[in-house]
């Protein structure tokens, strides 16, 4: 600070301008790549460029006091100035500027004033300290943006989950269910339809809050019998979706368990309620070309009606050669 002539508020608009400069630059840069190059901001960009650094080097003639009024240097601004007014005068696609200009600005600015801090912790003294002030209260709001951004984030993952969340059963939904029937592509399954046998008259005769109550306690007890790395949904009313990984007669097995669950009377409140639950099944090999979703939720709905209509309890889907097989 020694090499500056002139008052403190001449020193400081010295040394401020310039980094304005730097600020403006780092922030025409970006527009720049957000809008993908056009005019505008291509002649915006030179004329941010050479006012830089004209300031720079006024600072540093200043520094040495060999600065001059009305110098050749002094022309750097009035061009400067030229190619900023001739950039008012293009279209600047500011339609196409993307949403990531606020990161994009806020990482620019947390690597400046970290730079800042970094050469103050090695050169003390080296900057004003107005300037160690602001670089670290822009560091400061950076941490604050990103805890909100976390935060906003979190809110957001929240509520993808709760879009593909059952919200009486607390299982996946349809939405979930579709899109984990793909995994079937590349790994051997069976996709199955479970429907609850005599639960619309038990909803008629006793209500919908008998009949919620009892969608949650058969749902928890689908879920206990469920294998590992497997898959539980409610598609919707009376019908759950599963998911069982393994070859078929791993599928058999589950469906046999899923059953057994409602081999026992349900309590709730004071009332004894006995429930069923057909199943329709449809294997899918590994080995094989893959089967579109949609074939596969017909055929296990297919399975499903068999399975109703025999009273057999499960069913799996069969092609016209072969039969249905319990």
Do not use: C
């Amino acid at each position: 600070m020694e090499n500056f002539e002139g008052s403190a508020l001449s020193v400081f608009l010295t040394i401020v301008y310039p980094i304005g400069d730097l600020i403006l630059l780092a922030v025409t840069i970006a527009l720049l790549i957000l809008q993908r190059g056009t005019v505008r901001s291509f002649l915006l960009l030179m004329g941010i460029s050479i006012f830089t650094a004209t300031d720079l080097y006024f600072l540093w003639q200043s520094s040495t006091s060999i600065y001059e009024f009305a110098s050749l240097s002094d022309d750097g601004w009035l061009l400067g100035l030229i190619f900023i007014a001739e950039s008012l005068w293009h279209h600047g696609g500011e339609g196409e500027i993307s949403q990531r200009f606020n990161s994009i600005a806020a990482g620019i600015s947390l690597i400046a004033s970290s730079g800042v801090l970094f050469i103050a912790a090695v050169r003390p003294r080296y900057f004003p300290d107005f300037i160690i002030y602001i670089a670290s209260t822009t560091i400061l709001l950076a941490f604050l943006r990103l805890l909100l951004a976390l935060k906003d984030a979190r809110s957001i993952a929240e509520q993808r989950e709760l879009a593909r969340t059952d919200e009486l059963t607390g299982l996946p939904n349809r939405r979930r269910f579709l899109a984990e029937i793909e995994t079937l592509h590349h790994r051997a399954g069976t996709l199955m339809i479970l429907d609850l046998d005599g639960f619309k008259n038990i909803n008629d005769l006793h209500g919908h809050l008998v009949g919620d109550q009892l969608l949650r306690t058969i749902a928890h007890r689908f879920a206990r019998a469920m294998p590992s790395y497997s898959h539980l949904a409610r598609l919707g009313g009376d019908e759950f979706g599963a998911i069982i990984y393994g070859n078929e007669s791993v599928g058999l097995e589950s469906a046999f368990a899923l059953r057994a669950t409602l081999s026992y009377p349900i309590a709730i409140a004071d009332l004894t309620l006995d429930a069923g639950v057909s199943i329709g099944r449809v294997f899918h090999p590994a080995d094989v070309e893959p089967i579109a979703r949609e074939e596969l939720l017909r055929r296990a709905d297919i399975a499903m009606y068999q399975a109703k209509r025999e009273r057999s309890g499960t069913a799996i889907w069969a092609t016209p050669s072969e039969v249905y097989q319990p």
